[in-house]
């Protein structure tokens, strides 16, 4: 059964970045479609980008196109995201989010959510 | 970008009850939708891909249907865990995006 675990809470202040992975057990994920997706308190979901580790190009909203990365850690494979220049308005749940067959089939398998607040 | 809107933004119902939610896409995109079920503090969870098609381990109360434009997810009969939010999604064009989400309150 697949498992993801993404990393911990971070508090961050105005300007500076944030990396969250996404480690994935129980399965061979390198074809795998790991969207990143997220929340604002109170708020919907947002699509932020898309990559396939295994083919190593990424998708982005343009809302976020030259401020995020979404990548798989060259050493260690783990899927990644980070935003850089945060504001307080990326205050949010990130959650990494899986299409194992394809974007046509849906999202099937979720992280727990990482809480990002950037504060002074 | 592909705007979706989602009525009604919230309802009151009681177990037992049918519930259908609207999903409106600002363009055309084929079935590639979505429909995603999410609690308060926990992720969200997928019910229904490509426009109609129940996700593995999904009650089959829960159904969709749709193409083009409009979608609905129904629940055929409200029980107790289903009371969250649910939203729908694109997946035909990135961004991908979600619509606003509809809160599904007990009456």
């Known amino acids: 059964q697949v498992q993801v675990v993404q990393s911990g809470a971070e508090v961050k202040k105005p300007g500076s970045s944030v990396k969250v992975s996404c480690k994935v057990s129980?399965?061979?994920?390198?074809?795998?479609?790991f969207s990143w997706v997220r929340q604002a308190p109170g708020q919907g979901l947002e699509w932020m980008g898309r990559?396939?580790?295994?083919?190593?190009?990424?998708n982005y909203a343009p809302k976020f196109q030259g401020r995020v990365t979404i990548a798989a850690d060259k050493s260690t494979s783990i899927p990644y995201m980070e935003l850089s220049s945060l504001r307080s308005d990326d205050t949010a749940v990130y959650y990494c989010?899986?299409?194992?067959?394809?974007?046509?089939?849906?999202?099937?398998?979720w992280g727990q959510g990482t809480t990002v607040t950037v504060s002074s | 970008d592909v705007q979706m809107t989602q009525s009604p933004s919230s309802l009151s119902a009681s177990v037992g009850d049918r519930v259908t939610i609207t999903c409106r896409a600002s363009?055309?995109?084929?079935?590639?939708v979505n429909w995603y079920q999410q609690k308060a503090g926990t992720a969200p969870k997928l019910l229904i891909y490509?426009?109609?098609s129940l996700q593995s381990g999904v009650p089959s109360r829960f159904s969709g249907s749709g193409s083009g434009t409009d979608f609905t997810l129904t629940i055929s009969s409200l029980q107790p865990e289903d009371f969250a939010t649910y939203s729908c999604?694109?997946?035909?064009?990135?961004?991908?995006?979600f619509g606003p989400g509809t809160k599904v309150l007990i009456k």
């Open positions: 363009q055309s995109i084929s079935n590639y």
């Open positions: 490509a426009g109609s």
């Open positions: 990559t396939i580790p295994i083919l190593g190009v990424a």
């Open positions: 999604q694109q997946s035909y064009i990135t961004p991908f995006t």
């Open positions: 129980g399965a061979t994920y390198s074809n795998y479609g």
């Open positions: 989010a899986i299409d194992r067959e394809s974007v046509y089939h849906g999202m099937d398998v």
